[in-house]
């Protein structure tokens, strides 16, 4: 199983990944300045584990991309993000997202996390 | 007496000569016989012609004439005529015609004596003609208040009244009105005036007009000094009633208006007497409510430079924010709006407006003081996210370096240690600023050169553009002259938004963000900043989050604090900051100054 992640933060990109890694994923990171649909269609991961505010391009805006477009609409997305609260995230994402016709993303995780919960979370994901 | 006889001879023969009255005698064929001096000046030449002739210009004795009835009745008559004079005019003249009886008791002639009245009878006319077509009332009335005689203008009111009663007439009463304006003319023979209300179109429904009359009785006295007539004139003031009325109506709202008014109001004439002082501005001057106020203590409660540009009369004179004192010498805050009131260039006075702008001033500090403690509480939440990442990023150091020991594996331990101090570090810097921002700086207000900070600003990032190969310009245009600001304050917003500008530059793709502006220029006394660049640019929600989240787009090179800190001093330089962003195709943030907002030296 694939797992793409896409945040600007090495810290966390390398986490995330050793993380994962430990449990038994394949992962693969999109560093910064690399568009990530390119990363996607080259990769085809299970999952896309994404950050919501980072500096070249937002992750609301990459989310808005993915579920436009028939090849990336079925990739379940987890989004991770220490800007949005774990508590009234829907309303906060939708506020964010301000487009009815998009779905809302599979998975939230807050940061900072239980990395039992991210395990548990992935697992359920990818089942 | 005895007339002397030499008077006797002189009238006998000069009399007739010098007499200022036409004489002329006429035998029974009605030749002019005889005539003296004044005769001839006034129907010319009268030899060897009829009368007729000479007075009338016919040709054949006159109808009804006078002068065969007396030399057949040998009575004397006097009679109204008219004729023409030497030079041709229409005159007319009283001519008394006598019989000369001689001693057989015949009339061989008549002597006629004629006195020119056309004068007379012009001022008649003119008379008769001022009387009926004067655009007022007049009619004369009796002792016993009937109506003798009217105007054209009464009678077109009332028709005709001859005879009739004037309390009927004008004001459809049975009897004598109580205060009777003829009456009192009738008693002392002296003028009088009165303010009556006639009624016309009495007795017909619908036709009722009301006509406020100002009435002036004059006595007109008999020979004996009796007045058995009076005249009564009157002028219709009912348009003017209404209009005083009407006038005395917008006079009271105006004076309402003012009185109520929330703004200070004052008006002086054009001697500077004070005029109007309403509530509001004895509220703001503190000035007690029966309190009469003096043009010289105006003079010590405003401005000396609005008090002369009013007096120049250079029109709407607009101080927005200034001080006045009050009568107890205290400062107040206020706007004051003059203006010199002139009609056709002639002074009439001044008016000035007053506005308190201590509730106003109290507002806006707590405006600030709300925006601070939001901006307190933006950056508490964004602290928050910030140490989330922070600890993310602790943990996951942890977590390489405990799964590194259990699995011996050198390289995770290592990179473990690397993202705690990283992570560490963070935390440290994070804290400096959070606290230097939460603590803020004292605003040092001093006069500063606003061109001068934005050069300097520009110097101290030349190096770093030139490395990264950006152009980085200074642009001026036109004289700036100092403004009193917090000079470092400023230079520390200009600071972060030209290393804002810089790093977009740096992270916009190759080929693109290569130049940054600094631009700083003066418009309708703002002191405008502009910070430009064509580096990456902003799209929406980012737009949307860079002043009200603390926020970085940099990673581990930013604290998210700069633009917030902008802001904070902006506002403290009563001062507003915006920007224009696209992504991808640069960034221009702009920061204005209004000089009149600046604040005062500390």
Same mark, same amino acid.
Request: overall charge positive; glycine content about 16%.
């Given at each position: 199983m694939k797992i793409l992640i896409i945040d600007d933060e090495p810290d966390i990109r390398t986490y995330l990944m050793a993380a994962l890694e430990d449990s038994g994923y394949e992962t693969f990171a999109v560093k910064e300045n690399e568009p990530a649909t390119e990363a996607i269609k080259a990769?085809?991961?299970?999952l896309i584990i994404l950050d919501? $505010? $980072?500096? *070249?391009? @937002?992750g609301i805006s990459i989310y808005k991309e993915l579920r436009s477009k028939p090849q990336f609409s079925n990739i379940p997305v987890a989004i991770i993000s220490g800007? =949005?609260? %774990? *508590?009234g995230f829907k309303t906060e994402f939708k506020k964010l997202i301000n487009d009815n016709t998009i779905s809302f993303p599979e998975g939230f995780i807050e940061k900072p996390f239980q990395l039992s919960t991210l395990i548990e979370l992935v697992g359920n994901l990818l089942k | 007496m005895n007339i002397p006889p030499y008077l006797e001879k002189w009238m006998g023969k000069n009399l007739f000569s010098v007499v200022p009255m036409a004489i002329a005698v006429i035998n029974p064929e009605y030749d002019l016989v005889y005539a003296n001096k004044a005769f001839e000046l006034l129907f010319g030449e009268w030899e060897n012609r009829k009368c007729y002739k000479v007075y009338k210009h016919r040709d054949s004795v006159c109808r009804n004439c006078k002068g065969s009835e007396t030399f057949k009745d040998g009575i004397s008559r006097v009679n109204k005529e008219v004729g023409y004079n030497k030079n041709g005019r229409l005159t007319s003249y009283t001519n008394h015609t006598i019989p000369v009886v001689d001693d057989n008791g015949d009339i061989p002639f008549l002597i006629e004596m004629a006195t020119d009245v056309t004068e007379t009878e012009q001022i008649k006319k003119e008379h008769q003609l001022l009387f009926d077509q004067v655009p007022c009332s007049i009619f004369i009335l009796d002792r016993n208040f009937r109506i003798v005689k009217t105007n054209k203008k009464i009678r077109n009111t009332f028709g005709d009244t001859i005879g009739m009663h004037c309390y009927k007439v004008l *004001? %459809? =009463? #049975?009897e004598k009105c109580v205060e009777c304006t003829a009456m009192q003319t009738f008693t002392d023979g002296q003028m009088h005036t009165g303010h009556h209300l006639w009624q016309s179109g009495t007795g017909q429904p619908g036709t009722e007009e009301q006509i406020n009359s100002h009435v002036t009785t004059v006595p007109i006295r008999m020979e004996d000094g009796d007045v058995d007539l009076v005249m009564e004139m009157a002028v219709d003031i009912t348009q003017t009633i209404k209009l005083e009325d009407e006038l005395k109506v917008a006079y009271t709202f105006m004076e309402s208006m003012i009185e109520a008014s929330l703004d200070g109001v004052i008006a002086m004439d054009a001697n500077d007497s004070v005029m109007i002082f309403n509530h509001a501005a004895k509220k703001i001057f503190q000035v007690s409510d029966n309190k009469k106020i003096t043009r010289k203590e105006i003079k010590s409660m405003l401005p000396e430079e609005f008090l002369a540009q009013i007096s120049a009369g250079q029109g709407h004179v607009y101080f927005p924010e200034t001080e006045v004192y009050s009568i107890n010498s205290e400062k107040i805050p206020v706007r004051l709006i003059g203006l010199r009131i002139s009609v056709e260039d002639k002074s009439m006075g001044t008016a000035i407006t007053i506005q308190d702008l201590r509730e106003i001033k109290q507002l806006e500090n707590e405006k600030l003081e709300a925006e601070r403690l939001a901006a307190v509480g933006q950056t508490v939440a964004g602290l928050a996210h910030g140490i989330k990442n922070l600890i993310t990023g602790l943990e996951g150091g942890m977590y390489m370096l405990n799964t590194g020991m259990k699995k011996s594996r050198l390289d995770r331990i290592q990179e473990g240690m690397e993202m705690l101090d990283r992570n560490i570090v963070r935390v440290a810097t994070f804290v400096k600023a959070f606290l230097s921002f939460s603590k803020g700086r004292e605003i040092k207000v001093n006069l500063s050169d606003p061109v001068r900070i934005a050069k300097e600003v520009v110097m101290l990032y030349s190096q770093r553009a030139r490395e990264l190969g950006i152009k980085l310009i200074n642009e001026e245009s036109g004289s700036i002259s100092p403004a009193l600001m917090d000079s470092e304050g400023i230079h520390e917003c200009l600071t972060n938004l030209v290393g804002n500008a810089i790093d977009a530059c740096n992270m @916009? #793709?190759? %080929? *693109? %963000?290569q130049h940054v502006v600094v631009r700083t220029i003066e418009k309708d006394n703002v002191i405008i900043y502009e910070v430009v660049d064509d580096g990456c640019g902003m799209d929406y929600e980012l737009k949307q989050k860079v002043f009200t989240n603390f926020f970085t787009t940099k990673g581990l090179g930013g604290t998210g604090l700069g633009l917030l800190m902008t802001k904070k001093i902006i506002h403290e330089h009563g001062g507003k900051i915006d920007l224009e962003s696209e992504s991808g195709k640069g960034t221009t943030f702009r920061i204005l100054l209004s000089r009149s907002r600046l604040p005062k030296k500390s």
């Open positions: 990769y085809q991961p299970d919501i $505010m $980072m500096p *070249k391009q @937002s800007m =949005l609260p %774990g *508590k | *004001k %459809g =009463l #049975e @916009s #793709e190759a %080929g *693109k %963000g």
